[in-house]
């Protein structure tokens, strides 16, 4: 009976998460009570090698994943989060796992300020609730996300987007040659469930109407801008 519960447990497991054995997982929640002692005392890196190893234990720990994303976190908010692989994309593949695995941690994250520097990210947005498709939500996820284009000759975003309230935005593309190393173009945009339209104020380059979509996987295509723009800051250039 124990084997055909535990066979069902992993059945029932998210998808490319395994069960774990007893051994398995006595040894991660070891690993995890010696990694929290180390985040108390602020010894990150020590931690995050105790948490990784628990998640590869026992993948089924949400408390393993919360823990490893706040630990990221931690790192980032201390700049070490290039040293560490803690890149936004990293911390919210573990906070979607904690919340999947143990639902009561979607309460948590809010709260939780060491979170508070990733809430402009894409999949934030899906943790929240929020789903691209519906007009009222994918407006909504335009202006909580910060947009950035590709990277440029200086490994950082050459351009971006800011969406902002009463159908208002503002274009920016790297310019060395003005005061603000940037140029800003003011524009307006309107939203029909994932298409975008954009009208900017003043041409950008022979562009001044652009209409594209917000895809499913975080990128935002318009035609004729300089993008695509995405969520990626490009933090860390290889």
Request: charged content about 30%; some cysteine.
């Amino acid at each position: 009976m124990h084997t055909a519960r535990l066979s069902l447990a992993c059945l029932l497991g998210a998808a490319l998460l395994t069960c774990a054995g007893p051994a398995e997982a006595g040894s991660a929640k070891a690993g995890l009570a010696k990694a929290q002692k180390l985040f108390r005392h602020k010894k990150y890196p020590a931690a995050l090698r105790e948490l990784e190893q628990a998640v590869q234990l026992d993948p089924q720990s949400a408390r393993a994943h919360w823990e490893l994303a706040r630990t990221m976190a931690a790192l980032r908010e201390a700049g070490k989060a290039c040293e560490h692989g803690a890149l936004r994309s990293m911390i919210l593949r573990h906070l979607f796992k904690a919340c999947r695995l143990n639902p009561r941690y979607k309460r948590r994250l809010k709260r939780e300020k060491l979170f508070r520097p990733i809430q402009d990210a894409f999949a934030w947005q899906g943790l929240m609730g929020l789903q691209v498709g519906r007009t009222d939500q994918t407006e909504r996820i335009l202006r909580a996300v910060t947009w950035y284009g590709p990277a440029g000759d200086a490994k950082a975003p050459a351009s971006g987007i800011d969406f902002r309230t009463k159908g208002r935005l503002v274009l920016w593309v790297r310019d060395e040659g003005s005061e603000l190393g940037r140029k800003d173009v003011l524009g307006r945009y309107r939203v029909q469930h994932r298409r975008v339209m954009v009208t900017l104020d003043k041409p950008l380059g022979e562009t001044k109407e652009a209409q594209g979509e917000l895809k499913l996987t975080g990128e935002l295509w318009l035609p004729g801008l300089p993008g695509p723009f995405s969520d990626d800051p490009h933090e860390c250039p290889k």
